[in-house]
T-cell receptor, first 113, second 114 residues
């Protein structure tokens, strides 16, 4: 069973640029959630995708967007990067339904200069 | 909105000491409660969970009981090991959503010394 993978592991961008982060879900999982984890804080829910449709969103502006593909891999896109976007971005896959266990990837560390 | 409050760290213990990490929550409904662990350089792993009041979640010697009356889900282990050194996160998810929309606490860093 393949776990959740994310790429790249680290990324440096400058303010105003755009970035795309990628996630490959655990085999058989049709739901992916993205989280932002600032240094010293817990993960904050960005949004969730279920069967290629957005299925809930946290308190993040529209410049944070996502996609989920038919093979259930997904992308997180962030436009007009700001310094405060520097964080660890985590994706987690799961099966749809109540209280299903999430499986997290190792994260992508984004630094915005 | 929903929120989770964890005891502030870092927590430093000697091997074989007793561990308690406090967690309290605020939620409008009847949430499910979780503890996750994050080892250095790795993603979060589910440690244990409880889905209704008075449930006890347990795994790898860790335990936590869902206390609705005190809105708490404290993590305990009777005898910690050096390998338990990690960051521990308490989290909740609303009853009507799945675990993918969890609200997390800020984490508690545990260091266990030999």
């Amino acid at each position: 069973e393949t776990g959740v993978t994310q790429s790249p592991t680290h990324l440096i961008k400058t303010r105003g640029q755009q970035v795309t982060l990628r996630c490959s879900s655990q085999s058989g999982h049709n739901t992916v959630s993205w989280y932002q984890q600032a240094l010293g804080q817990g993960p904050q829910f960005i949004f969730q995708y279920y069967r290629e449709e957005e299925n809930g969103r946290g308190n993040f502006p529209p410049r944070f967007s996502g996609l989920q593909f038919p093979n259930y891999s997904s992308e997180l896109n962030v436009n007009a990067l700001e310094l405060d976007d520097s964080a660890l971005y985590l994706c987690a896959s799961s099966l749809a339904g109540g209280r299903e266990t999430q499986y997290f990837g190792p994260g992508t560390r984004l630094l915005v200069l | 909105g929903d929120s989770v409050t964890q005891m502030e760290g870092p927590v430093t213990l000697s091997e074989e000491a007793f561990l308690t990490i406090n967690c309290t929550y605020t939620a409008t409904g009847y949430p499910s409660l979780f503890w996750y662990v994050q080892y250095p350089g790795e993603g979060l792993q589910l440690l244990l969970k409880a889905t209704k009041a008075d449930d006890k979640g347990s795994n790898k010697g860790f335990e936590a009981t869902y206390r609705k009356e005190t809105t708490s889900f404290h993590l305990e282990k009777g005898s910690v090991q050096v390998s338990d050194s990690a960051v521990y996160f308490c989290a909740l998810s609303d009853r009507d959503t799945n675990a993918g929309k969890s609200t997390f606490g800020d984490g508690t860093t545990l260091t266990v010394k030999p």
